[in-house]
């Protein structure tokens, strides 16, 4: 694979994981109040959050390696696990470093939740409302198209859509649906 390639494909995922990102935001706000979609039962809802989100997880690994081995990027394997050691801007790739942390303790704990027990994974999982606009910030300031209209345009519709789904999270019309029920709609299938 030529390093031309591996720029645009380590680019582009990083682009298709931020998309990703904010509908698994959106979707996880949606299966926390439990009610169906216009066009989706509740199930389905949650079904829908957990496989964006491990697609998006797929596109993020697959962002951060193909930057590894893409020489324009200058990454090093110490700062995809360690935030702002980068020799490249660092503040800007620090906080993919960042928010590639905060998405691993997301990954791991909701793989042994059962283990954690719903209390604790829900503490930790709330660690999604500060990785989503880290990773936002890390796009706009690290990513090469940034700058490009269609880019801000991009990231702009992200924002506004979490934002509205934050404002929905957050308002006296949204109720939640009981504990025991929303934890059993997040069970895993063996």
């Known amino acids: 694979m030529s390093t031309d390639t591996l720029w645009y494909l380590g680019r582009g995922s990083g682009v298709v994981t931020l ?7 959106i979707l996880g706000i949606g299966t926390r109040s439990g009610r169906p979609a216009p066009w989706l039962p509740r199930f389905a809802v949650t079904a829908l959050h ?25 990454l090093d ?3 995809t696990v360690f935030p702002f050691l980068a020799g490249f801007a660092p503040v800007w790739v620090g906080l993919g470093t960042l928010a590639l942390d905060l998405l691993l303790a997301l990954v791991v704990t909701s793989l042994l939740r059962h283990r954690l027990g719903y ?8 660690s999604a409302y500060a990785a989503w606009p880290v990773a936002l910030v890390h796009a706009l300031g690290a990513g090469t198209d940034a700058g490009t209209a269609w880019f801000l345009v991009l990231a702009g ?6 934002a509205g789904a934050l404002s929905w999270r957050l308002s006296t019309g949204f109720t939640e649906q009981d504990r025991g ?3 059993t709609l997040m069970e895993v299938p063996r």
């Open 119 to 126: 209390r604790t994974w829900r503490a930790i999982h709330w």
């Open 181 to 183: 029920a929303v934890a």
């Open 19 to 25: 998309v990703l990102f904010t509908a698994s935001v």
């Open 77 to 79: 394997v110490v700062d």
């Open 157 to 162: 519709v992200c924002a506004v859509a979490v």
């Open 50 to 74: 957990r496989y964006t989100s491990l697609l998006a997880t797929v596109f993020l690994v697959l962002h951060v390696v193909l930057l590894l081995f893409a020489p324009y990027a200058q």
